[in-house]
């Protein structure tokens, strides 16, 4: 069974249609999956809603822990009967269970010292001092985003702000490029942002603002590669901006990152990406790919918490600067030297002369020039705590389970499914996620029987139901319930 498991593996990331035997529709065959997941441990790592628990309308009494609250019982055999089937982690991830952990720390530690944890980390703390929080972070997700070095990210405040910080260094109209590229189903907020930026240019969406729509709407709301590049090409001479997500959030695309990039910054057009969706979730390499900047939440597959701090990537090609003048804001803008002008603040300027006071902006080396004020350290810690089981396992463990596990789960629905119904794109151009389009009139009621079992998925309106078997804490078994 092994080899099997990983001849999955290989099909999947092939983008391939997998061959599962006939009996693969069995309990027994799922839970031979689950026997051979490598990953299987993890689970007991994250507090997993109940069914009891989804329907607690008060807290338990002080002292209980998460998981004594949520009766829970992680292992691969009949005892997560009491959990739920948690295919929401697109949204908001499952709880790790050491955060508790860090924020206690991070709690004694501005008990026990108050203002000097600004400067202090204790010996067995799983926490670094106050104002080295976010560097902690960012050295621990340069593999996670394939980053060059801890310098090319930052964790700061959430993802729309972050998306107009770098916005604000990175797209710059003029008279001739003066265009933005998105896709044609943004998350709202981006959608958002992109129109107030052309606005605050004195620009119009209307003018200023290309959308990519599939070609045929009717039959596959995917977006091609070729169509992409395509309409690059159409708007090149005029556009400042690349804007795309590295996963739609609606229908669960993964996008070619890497072709789409080179592609644009060839043309000489600013690439951007918002990578919510795709952060601990796919494998990237922001460096080698040449993305300009990205930005991501880590409250989705990062696990950190609703409302968590964001992190941001920015090329090394754009780091450097060079100090002129003594006046307020007096550095030396020079495209030879990469710098790119940002909205500066406190927590951007260099360490070692942050706590001088002066007036004169000294940026720190790197993505943590961009910081404007200083981070929530309670957001911090759970962030610190999330990343860390990432570093246990890596993307690529974690992707090769992810590939499986959601073709299993496709593989299923489309069993239940007509013949010759449609899908949308390739086995492999996507994450852990399936969007499912009913059929008129079905939402309301599907949700509704999907939540009195337990099923915990995301419902978008009119007619499309979102589920994401997570490899950290979802099992095959699951799947085939689910399903």
């Known amino acids: 069974m092994d080899v099997e498991y990983q001849s999955f593996i290989k099909t999947l990331r092939a983008g391939q249609k997998p061959e599962f035997p006939a009996h693969a529709k069995s309990i027994e065959y799922a839970r031979q999956l689950d026997a051979q997941d490598k990953l299987s441990y993890l689970r007991d790592d994250f507090n997993i809603p109940t069914k009891d628990s989804l329907r607690k309308k008060a807290l338990n009494a002080a002292g209980n822990t998460a998981a004594k609250q949520n009766g829970t019982k992680h292992t691969n055999g009949d005892s997560m009967d009491e959990t739920s089937i948690y295919f929401v982690g697109n949204s908001l991830g499952a709880q790790p269970k050491c955060i508790r952990q860090y924020i206690d720390a991070h709690l004694e530690t501005w008990a026990s010292i108050g203002v000097n944890g600004h400067f202090t980390s204790f010996d067995n703390s799983p926490l670094a001092s106050w104002q080295d929080m976010a560097a902690a972070c960012a050295a621990e997700s340069v593999d996670l985003v394939g980053a060059k070095s801890a310098s090319e990210i930052i964790y700061m405040n959430t993802l729309t702000v972050n998306l107009h910080l770098m916005m604000a260094s990175f ?268 059929k008129g009139g079905l939402l309301e009621r599907v949700s509704r029987e999907l939540a009195d079992g337990g099923v915990v998925v995301d419902v978008r309106k009119p007619d499309v139901i979102r589920v994401a078997p997570v490899p950290m804490y979802s099992v095959f078994k699951r799947a085939l319930e689910q399903a």
């Open 171 to 438: 797209y710059r109209p003029t008279a001739k490029r003066h265009k933005i590229i998105a896709e044609w189903k943004p998350f709202p907020s981006d959608s958002y942002a992109i129109a107030s930026q052309l606005q605050w240019h004195g620009l119009s969406p209307s003018t200023s603002l290309i959308e990519i729509h599939p070609p045929n709407p009717t039959t596959s709301l995917s977006l091609s590669t070729a169509h992409i590049l395509s309409l690059i090409d159409a708007h090149a001479d005029s556009t400042a901006l690349l804007l795309l997500p590295g996963i739609q959030y609606y229908t669960g695309q993964l996008f070619d990152i890497a072709r789409i990039t080179q592609h644009a910054r060839a043309k000489g057009i600013v690439v951007g990406w918002d990578l919510a969706h795709a952060v601990g979730n796919v494998e990237m390499q922001l460096h080698e790919w040449g993305v300009d900047f990205a930005v991501w939440c880590t409250y989705k597959y990062l696990n950190a918490g609703p409302g968590a701090v964001g992190g941001v990537f920015v090329h090394e090609r754009h780091h450097h600067h060079h100090h002129v003048g003594g006046n307020v804001g007096d550095v030396e803008e020079a495209t030879g030297l990469g710098y790119r002008h940002r909205l500066a603040g406190w927590y951007g300027a260099d360490k070692q002369v942050r706590f001088e006071m002066e007036k004169v902006f000294r940026p720190a080396e790197g993505a943590a020039g961009w910081q404007v004020s200083n981070p929530s350290v309670v957001d911090l810690a759970c962030v610190r705590a999330a990343l860390g089981v990432f570093g246990r396992v890596g993307m690529r463990a974690l992707r090769d389970k992810a590939v499986v596990l959601t073709g299993y789960l496709e593989w299923l629905l489309l069993g239940l499914l007509e013949e010759g119904v449609g899908r949308g794109g390739g086995w492999g151009e996507r994450g852990s996620q399936l969007s499912l389009l009913l």
